[in-house]
């Protein structure tokens, strides 16, 4: 059984502080990790995808990619209220075409 | 605009009633897949199609159906078969060969 694993939180991080949201998989091959973030009610919304090990940065967001731990993490920098939702991790797993499995999420509140 | 539209927003279906949930896409993608969201938990693939009149069963086929007779259309149809239809369903498409899926804004079903 290939799966994603994520922490349910809630995270709670003060506003201006860096949120940290981890996510492990369990296919060493698997070539394609997305995050997602969700707000509560609504559809999710791509904001980060990484292919390869290393950092990938936009604008407030970095992704980070350990293939050899099995491990994906998203930072997010200068954390606002309005970044509180749930962040989902997607993991293409080697052998499943084109589909995306899905981790429960991680809950993050922003504190004023 | 492009994009992907999922009708109706909500849905109320009667116990041994059928019921269908329209998503089309005018992205030109290829790829289409329908995934099931219960509260606090990920997202699990219902079915997927990579082409025309060709489409698999993915993680929680059973008690659902779907058809392909156009690229731009995913109809998912919800059986009597399907004991505990209440969920909150999720249309996705993508490019052939790419695994960056985006979302329509979901269809919330409820069972009265």
């Known amino acids: 059984q290939k799966e994603v694993e994520q922490n349910s939180g809630p995270l709670s991080v003060p506003e201006g502080a860096i949120a940290s949201l981890n996510c492990t998989y369990s296919?060493?091959?698997?070539?394609?990790f997305f995050w997602y973030r969700q707000y509560s009610g609504k559809s999710p919304e791509l904001i980060m995808s990484i292919y390869s090990n290393g950092d990938k940065e936009d604008g407030r967001f970095t992704a980070q990619l350990n293939k050899a731990s099995q491990y994906v993490s998203l930072l997010i920098r200068d954390s606002q209220p309005s970044d509180s939702a749930t962040y989902l991790c997607?993991?293409?797993?080697?052998?499943?075409?084109?589909?995306?499995?899905f981790g429960t999420g991680t809950q993050l509140k922003v504190e004023l | 605009d492009g994009g992907i539209t999922q009708s109706p927003k909500y849905l109320f279906r009667k116990e041994g009633q059928n019921v269908t949930l329209s998503c089309e896409q005018n992205l030109n993608h290829d790829a289409m897949y329908w995934y099931r969201q219960d509260p606090g938990q990920g997202l699990r693939l219902i079915y997927y199609s990579q082409i025309v009149n060709d489409f698999q069963k993915g993680d929680i086929a059973e008690g659902y159906s779907v058809s392909r007779e156009k690229k731009e259309s995913f109809p998912l149809t919800v059986t009597s078969a399907q004991k505990n239809p209440t969920a909150f369903y999720l249309c996705?498409?993508?490019?052939?060969?790419?695994?960056?899926?985006?979302f329509g804004q979901g269809t919330r079903l409820t069972v009265v």
């Open positions: 997607a993991v293409n797993f080697s052998g499943g075409g084109n589909k995306l499995t």
């Open positions: 296919d060493r091959g698997s070539q394609s």
């Open positions: 996705a498409s993508s490019i052939l060969h790419r695994t960056e899926a985006f």
